[in-house]
T-cell receptor, first 110, second 114 residues
Framework: GQQVMQIPQYQHVQEGEDFTTYCNSSTTLSNIQWYKQRPGGHPVFLIQLVKSGEVKKQKRLTFQFGEAKKNSSLHITATQTTDVGTYFCAGHTGGFKTIFGAGTRLFVKA | GAGVSQSPSNKVTEKGKDVELRCDPISGHTALYWYRQSLGQGLEFLIYFQGNSAPDKSGLPSDRFSAERTGGSVSTLTIQRTQQEDSAVYLC????????????FGQGTRLTVV
């Protein structure tokens, strides 16, 4: 079936280091969404990208949508302990159903 | 309601018993999803309801799992003859039936099978 693959599964960083998670689809995506789940919480929407090659920033977070609309990335500059959590990408491949990646769990050591 | 509501928030059940988990989506949201999340793991898709269409049940792990959505609103996920491996957080999400809208998650039901 349709899948959205996300890597890495886990990432340990020292506070202040950068972090990137990648999302890949075998088929063209209509859009890509990113969510953050804090420990003990539920996923919360961060942002949506729609256009080919689109780049959006939220403070230290940079989101990119690939030119072919098959991949996306989330980059965090100078991580902080508040960035801890699991980051999920999610996309639509033409239908209405949202397909979630498995998530990347970020650990930040102070 | 203001958000997606799930009940109960916690459920402890004995192995072999049946359980029902409830999800109240945001009013007007026609798409509803159930996911399962084991401790420290990602989201495992279970089932997807979209309006009046037949649900996408492709993620249900066994025939012990079933779900209904009555009147296009409230949904119930039923697990029959629960097993210890069913222990997880069950998350419900809803969204408008359009592409460029976000999914809103409930707080989840933490199921523990003892």
């Amino acid at each position: 079936g349709q899948q959205v693959m996300q890597i890495p599964q886990y990432q340990h960083v020292q506070e202040g280091e950068d972090f990137t998670t990648y999302c890949n689809s075998s088929t063209t995506l209509s859009n890509i969404q990113w969510y953050k789940q804090r420990p003990g919480g539920h996923p919360v929407f961060l942002i949506q990208l729609v256009k080919s090659g689109e780049v959006k920033k939220q403070k230290r977070l940079t989101f990119q949508f690939g030119e072919a609309k098959k991949n996306s990335s989330l980059h965090i500059t100078a991580t902080q302990t508040t960035d801890v959590g699991t980051y999920f990408c999610a996309g639509h491949t033409g239908g209405f159903k949202t397909i979630f990646g498995a998530g990347t769990r970020l650990f930040v050591k102070a | 309601g203001a958000g997606v509501s799930q009940s109960p928030s916690n459920k402890v059940t004995e192995k072999g018993k049946d359980v029902e988990l409830r999800c109240d989506p945001i009013s007007g949201h026609t798409a509803l999803y159930w996911y399962r999340q084991s401790l420290g793991q990602g989201l495992e898709f279970l089932i997807y309801f979209q309006g009046n269409s037949a649900p996408d049940k492709s993620g249900l792990p066994s025939d012990r799992f079933s779900a209904e959505r009555t009147g296009g609103s409230v949904s119930t996920l039923t697990i029959q003859r629960t097993q210890q491996e069913d222990s997880a957080v069950y998350l419900c999400a809803s969204s408008l039936e359009e592409l460029n809208t976000e999914a809103f998650f409930g707080q989840g039901t933490r199921l523990t099978v003892v």
